[in-house]
């Protein structure tokens, strides 16, 4: 194992979340003290820049660029971070927040002042009762302390940090559709361009960071970018990451790691204790629901966005769900379609009327009453939807069925042969 | 009509955010926490303490998993059954509560105390899996054992109404 100490989930496990004064204790606000104090926006911006710090969301897109798209000049900005943590197999954000909710109000306010908004949203998900109560209780401290709110630290810079609860809507993950949540208005994607960095919420200039990203936020303000860069796999694989594990290992849960440290294959074996029953792993899940699936004879590949996407397929939110020998990839394929046919927004008309086909047609074959005929038809309909609709979300909906069908196509024929499922349920 | 209290916290609301239309799905939330469900007449209340067109608020309304439109049962438990959940007993969990309830998925109990939901969205408790949310608590590690334990206390109020009816 890594001596590796974590540094967004160190203090993973606590029932109750570090109060204000244990947060201070560890250096904390002292980043957000001296960037507000002591530096320029653009120096913020910079800093981040150099840190090569990538978003953390799924997109992996730099953080400090996406912050320099922002125009300059005068009138409203917004930042709004993105909590909506609805991706199967997620639960990273969950932890942050409801462990050390000071360390992404400090990055908040960071984060806020590079792109100088002076007021910010946390979307966060309606089911995540738990972490929003103790983000609007540690809000209020960090007011009451005088690190946020009007003339922080004698300064000119004000800012006001919101915590809106979402509703049940894994699409108000997609940044667009969030924003339209937070307008008031049914969460669907908007066409681009324009960019929120131009046009977001309220039509003003918008950053849209997952938390993650923001934790990592004022450690690199806190220690500087050249120190953040001796985390991780330099220049384009820096910093740490939360790796989800869930599925079929024997220890699941949330792992802290620099990017590129372990494989799929340690990761599994040395942190999450290996398959239970000693059975081997027949595929990874990345990313949730929405990334293909890693076979198994990739499994040494490194945990970092470019190896992972060098093996076919995408790191994303680093959800990883780890699926045994007896695990019917059919099956598996199914339940992620049933997902995204629930979730489907229903604005593109490929995804909303395709999804529900998809899932129909996995259903009939994981049954045993498909034919050769219905592969041709599952692959004629994710072409239809990919690439043909307004958000990334329609993309991800046909992975769980295109990557099952390239790397296990023998299991598809096998339900069709037999006229069964030839795979334990999961009873 | 919303009472005074709720229709105080709408107004509250739509002064916080530099818009008054972002505060329409924190105020149809509150009217659903007083009515327990969104009857027509507090969607339209609703939408007019805001100032938006009863359009606007039914958008929201018949969009949100959260936000229900028909009256359920006073305890809402629902069963993550999407892959995390599924490979890790999930179809079990949801059996012994069905069984233990006496009802199926979808239904709520005779006494309208307990609706029982199987859902594919995943509500990120997946390494303490199987899970189900009961009302707003996340019950999590629902072994079999726990599984009872959690029944028994669905079920214990329900049978002390029964005895004292009896």
């Known amino acids: 194992?890594?001596?590796?100490?974590?540094?967004?989930?160190?203090?993973?496990?606590?029932?109750?979340?570090?109060?204000?004064?244990?947060?201070?204790?560890?250096?904390?606000?002292?980043?957000?003290?001296?960037?507000?104090?002591?530096?320029?926006?653009?120096?913020?911006?910079?800093?981040?820049?150099?840190?090569?710090?990538?978003?953390?969301?799924?997109?992996?897109?730099?953080?400090?660029?996406?912050?320099?798209?922002?125009?300059?000049?005068?009138?409203?900005?917004?930042?709004?971070?993105?909590?909506?943590?609805?991706?199967?197999?997620?639960?990273?954000?969950?932890?942050?927040?409801?462990?050390?909710?000071?360390?992404?109000?400090?990055?908040?306010?960071?984060?806020?002042?590079?792109?100088?908004?002076?007021?910010?949203?946390?979307?966060?998900?309606?089911?995540?009762?738990?972490?929003?109560?103790?983000?609007?209780?540690?809000?209020?401290?960090?007011?009451?302390?005088?690190?946020?709110?009007?003339?922080?630290?004698?300064?000119?810079?004000?800012?006001?940090?919101?915590?809106?609860?979402?509703?049940?809507?894994?699409?108000?993950?997609?940044?667009?559709?969030?924003?339209?949540?937070?307008?008031?208005?049914?969460?669907?994607?908007?066409?681009?361009?324009?960019?929120?960095?131009?046009?977001?919420?309220?039509?003003?200039?918008?950053?849209?960071?997952?938390?993650?990203?923001?934790?990592?936020?004022?450690?690199?303000?806190?220690?500087?970018?050249?120190?953040?860069?001796?985390?991780?796999?330099?220049?384009?694989?820096?910093?740490?990451?939360?790796?989800?594990?869930?599925?079929?290992?024997?220890?699941?849960?949330?792992?802290?790691?620099?990017?590129?440290?372990?494989?799929?294959?340690?990761?599994?074996?040395?942190?999450?204790?290996?398959?239970?029953?000693?059975?081997?792993?027949?595929?990874?899940?990345?990313?949730?629901?929405?990334?293909?699936?890693?076979?198994?004879?990739?499994?040494?590949?490194?945990?970092?966005?470019?190896?992972?996407a060098a093996a076919g397929s995408m790191l994303g939110s680093a959800s990883l769900i780890v699926l045994d020998e007896t695990t019917c990839m059919v099956r598996a394929a199914a339940r992620m379609e049933e997902f995204f046919r629930h979730e489907s927004c229903g604005k593109c008309t490929p995804c909303r009327e395709g999804t529900g086909w998809l899932h129909k047609v996995l259903v009939r074959l994981e049954e045993g009453r498909g034919t050769a005929a219905d592969i041709d038809l599952l692959l004629s309909l994710s072409g239809e939807i990919n690439g043909k609709v307004l958000c990334a979300l329609g993309d991800f909906a046909t992975s769980p069925v295109t990557a099952t069908i390239r790397h296990f196509r023998e299991e598809y024929v096998r339900h069709i042969e037999l006229g069964r499922c030839p795979f334990p349920s999961w009873n | 009509m919303l009472s005074a209290e709720t229709q105080e916290k709408i107004r509250a609301e739509t002064e916080r955010y530099p818009s008054r239309r972002t505060a329409l799905l924190p105020a149809l939330k509150l009217a659903q926490e007083e009515r327990g469900y969104l009857?027509?007449?507090?969607?339209a209340e609703v939408a007019e303490l805001v100032g938006v067109s009863h359009a606007a608020a039914w958008e929201l309304a018949t969009f949100y998993s959260m936000l229900r439109l028909e009256p359920e049962g006073r305890v809402r438990v629902e069963v993550c059954v999407q892959l995390p959940c599924a490979l890790a007993g999930a179809e079990r969990l949801l059996r012994d509560l069905s069984a233990g309830l006496g009802i199926a998925p979808g239904q709520t109990t005779p006494d309208g105390e307990v609706t029982l939901i199987r859902t594919p969205e995943c509500f990120g408790a997946c390494h303490r899996a199987p899970m189900a949310r009961v009302n707003e608590v996340y019950r999590e590690s629902l072994t079999p054992e726990a599984t009872q334990q959690l029944l028994q206390e669905l079920n214990a109020p329900r049978q002390q109404g029964r005895e004292s009816a009896a």
């Not at chain 1, 109750?16 to 250096?27: H, I, V």
Request: aromatic share 8%; proline share 9%.
């Open chain 1, 1 to 308: 194992m890594s001596d590796y100490q974590p540094l967004l989930l160190a203090h993973a496990g606590r029932p109750t979340p570090l109060s204000l004064e244990e947060y201070q204790a560890e250096d904390g606000y002292t980043a957000w003290k001296k960037v507000a104090t002591e530096m320029t926006p653009e120096a913020v911006i910079e800093e981040v820049k150099a840190s090569g710090l990538r978003g953390r969301g799924g997109a992996g897109f730099p953080t400090g660029m996406k912050w320099s798209f922002v125009p300059k000049g005068p009138g409203d900005k917004y930042l709004c971070v993105n909590a909506d943590e609805s991706e199967p197999g997620t639960f990273k954000d969950r932890e942050i927040m409801e462990t050390n909710p000071h360390l992404l109000i400090e990055g908040i306010a960071i984060s806020a002042y590079a792109i100088s908004s002076r007021v910010a949203f946390i979307y966060i998900r309606g089911e995540y009762a738990v972490a929003a109560d103790r983000l609007d209780a540690a809000i209020a401290e960090a007011k009451a302390a005088g690190l946020i709110g009007n003339k922080i630290f004698g300064t000119e810079y004000s800012l006001e940090i919101h915590v809106f609860r979402g509703a049940g809507a894994y699409i108000c993950g997609e940044e667009t559709a969030l924003l339209e949540s937070l307008e008031g208005r049914r969460p669907m994607p908007r066409s681009r361009p324009p960019f929120p960095a131009v046009e977001g919420l309220y039509r003003r200039p918008t950053v849209v960071n997952n938390v993650e990203t923001i934790a990592n936020v004022p450690f690199i303000l806190r220690h500087g970018a050249a120190w953040y860069t001796t985390i991780g796999v330099p220049p384009k694989n820096t910093g740490p990451k939360i790796f989800c594990l869930s599925g079929r290992v024997n220890r699941p849960g949330n792992y802290e790691l620099p990017l590129g440290a372990v494989t799929f294959r340690e990761l599994i074996d040395t942190y999450g204790g290996g398959v239970p029953g000693g059975r081997a792993v027949k595929g990874v899940l990345p990313a949730g629901a929405s990334a293909p699936v890693v076979p198994a004879d990739k499994l040494d590949t490194k945990l970092d966005y470019d190896s992972v």
């Open chain 2, 39 to 43: 009857p027509p007449e507090a969607v």
